[in-house]
């Protein structure tokens, strides 16, 4: 049984930085692409950042490019993102989730097969 845990969020305020980390278990990194998605209570969830199961690419939504950056460590099995330059609308759980395919591309819908619990965060003055 795939296991994902979120820790990291918390307030911050506009142009701050939080650093989000995904703990995985129970599964092999390189079988698995990757990747956060958040959601807004009003709104449906959206795709943030992902990572291919090999790990050579990542690709970003246009309201994180330059400001988020994934990084992946395949020994301790973690998926974390750094999230810098943060703004209100940046706040939203966000989730870690992991996907099973033989395909070495990344899904941009939230069609994952496994989710973490989510992770809160708020962006605020």
């Known amino acids: 049984q795939v296991q994902l845990v979120e820790s990291g969020g918390g307030l911050v305020q506009p142009g701050g930085s939080l650093r989000l980390s995904c703990a995985a278990s129970?599964?092999?990194?390189?079988?698995?692409?990757m990747a956060w998605f958040r959601q807004d209570s009003e709104k449906e969830r959206e795709f943030v950042a992902g990572?291919?199961?090999?790990?050579?690419?990542?690709w970003y939504a246009t309201s994180v490019k330059g400001r988020f950056t994934l990084s992946r460590d395949i020994a301790k099995n973690t998926l974390d993102l750094q999230m810098n330059s943060l703004k209100p609308e940046d706040t939203a759980v966000y989730y870690c989730?992991?996907?099973?395919?033989?395909?070495?591309?990344?899904?941009?819908?939230?069609?994952?097969?496994?989710w973490g619990q989510g992770t809160q965060v708020t962006v605020s003055s």
């Open positions: 990572i291919t199961k090999s790990s050579d690419i990542t």
């Open positions: 129970g599964h092999s990194s390189n079988t698995y692409a």
């Open positions: 989730a992991a996907k099973s395919t033989q395909l070495d591309v990344i899904f941009t819908t939230p069609t994952y097969d496994y």
